[in-house]
């Protein structure tokens, strides 16, 4: 059997170059290409990179879905269609929106590729194919698959050496995925010998740690992170602003070779954070949080939404200078955006306050409801204000990190991807993406 799988052409935000859509191969798409490879021939197909080929002979269609490619998934959809050929959909956005999903694709797989593929791949050829297939029931860390690294082009992405260590998050932001009634109950580790043969398996000592939140389960990092500590690698990953009261982790974070640390701070508004139900962010420790961080010579990605129900025009301009003044690496912005499924989705819906049920505008970057104390205008131009003045030249010398070894990261990262990255773009059409980052790995890390 012939399966595709197929990564539809995100819309990239004001901010972002062609970087952004060859940062990292889907490990979603690996992951079902892991699962059925040995029997079945697997195609990939990346339209940030490549056209698909609609004409090549297969036999059934898979699609991973985020929200802002819904609609481009909708028309690669019908393609498949027209010809006869069934269409999966799948991702963060049918797990989340799946009733709606169900009027454009052939079947939905909500929830865990483990627990769903294999029945569609099984009644496809047995002829039952179901509309909509769910993850049932919970799912053990021993049965979360490894991604097929070995199907990757590596000269096509920046980096390959990407790895989850756990499904899930145990938060539930109202404003999140995790507070969508497929995610709640949600959080999982995979085993530790598992992610240790990934690590292996790409044969990098630079590894990214792509988790929801790589401190889930604190007592599951400690020991993995003290069980990769002789492997000598550099790596990064995403946790909450909890881990301000892990002052122990954070040693042995560092330790084992923690780079940098994409933390979602949100606001500094402590009512906007209650009222979006962050509960694991004290924004009276943030800058103890960052402070502690720093000692450890651990860079920082801040992420920021702007948009929430207690800022106003002011917020900007309060947290550029926050930013600046407490030398915050990198920043990455969003403007709230109410994701199908969610509470907040929920709420402004029922409230009417959604102004624009494009899809393709759900990506943070647009005003799609009626902020509460400014105009969309505003709230638009406010997030394009903030990120020109945080990669301007003046302010990435600013926050300049203090730790000599963090600075060649640093400025390549704030200059050479965020304020030149259509530079950078260039160069890598040149010599490939792959060897940029590899050069960008050595110049940083000294791997």
């Not at 909450?240 to 979602?264: H, K, Q, R, T, Y």
Request: proline share 4%.
């Amino acid at each position: 059997m012939i399966i595709k799988l197929i990564q539809p052409k995100m819309i990239m935000r004001p901010m972002d170059t062609r970087l952004k859509t060859r940062m990292a191969p889907s490990l979603a798409l690996l992951t079902i290409a892991n699962m059925i490879h040995k029997e079945h021939t697997v195609i990939i197909e990346n339209e940030n990179i490549e056209d698909i080929n609609f004409d090549e002979a297969v036999d059934i269609v898979g699609i991973t879905v985020t929200v802002d490619v819904f609609p481009r998934a909708i028309e690669i959809s019908k393609i498949y269609q027209s010809k006869g050929i069934p269409v999966v959909a799948g991702g963060i956005h049918i797990t989340a929106f799946p009733e709606q999903a169900k009027t454009y694709f052939d079947i939905v797989a909500v929830g865990l590729a483990e627990k769903t593929w294999p029945d569609i791949i099984r009644d496809f050829q047995n002829g039952k194919l179901k509309k909509i297939y769910r993850c049932n029931g919970e799912i053990k860390g021993s049965e979360i698959v490894s991604p097929g690294y070995h199907l990757i082009d590596t000269k096509k992405y920046l980096y390959c050496n990407i790895i989850s260590t756990s499904r899930g998050c145990p938060f539930r932001c109202d404003f999140c995925y995790n507070s969508c009634e497929a995610y709640k109950t949600l959080y999982i580790n995979r085993d530790i010998e598992d992610v240790i043969k990934d690590i292996k398996t790409i044969g990098k000592r630079h590894v990214m740690f792509i988790d929801d939140n790589f401190i889930g389960n604190p007592k599951w990092t400690l020991e993995f992170v003290r069980a990769i500590r002789p492997m000598g690698l550099k790596w990064n990953a995403a946790v909450s602003a909890n881990i301000v009261d892990m002052p122990d982790l954070l040693d042995e974070m560092a330790i084992s070779g923690c780079e940098s640390l994409f933390i979602g701070f949100e606001s500094l508004n402590e009512k906007a954070i209650k009222n979006v139900h962050k509960s694991q962010n004290n924004i009276r420790k943030y800058e103890t949080l960052v402070k502690e961080i720093h000692k450890r010579g651990i860079m920082i990605n801040a992420s920021f939404v702007f948009g929430l129900d207690d800022d106003d025009i002011t917020t900007f301009k309060t947290t550029l200078d926050w930013i600046v003044k407490n030398k915050i690496e990198t920043v990455t912005s969003h403007i709230l955006t109410p994701y199908p499924g969610t509470k907040v989705y929920d709420e402004y819906a029922k409230n009417g306050r959604i102004i624009d049920f494009d899809f393709s505008k759900y990506n943070t970057a647009n005003v799609v409801f009626k902020p509460k104390n400014m105009t969309p205008e505003e709230l638009y131009n406010g997030y394009i204000w903030i990120y020109r003045q945080i990669y301007s030249t003046k302010n990435i010398f600013k926050r300049m990190p203090k730790a000599h070894k963090q600075r060649v990261p640093y400025f390549l990262f704030n200059f050479l991807y965020r304020k030149f990255g259509k530079a950078t773009e260039k160069l890598c059409e040149l010599i490939t993406y792959e060897r940029v980052g590899s050069i960008a790995e050595k110049l940083s890390y000294l791997v």
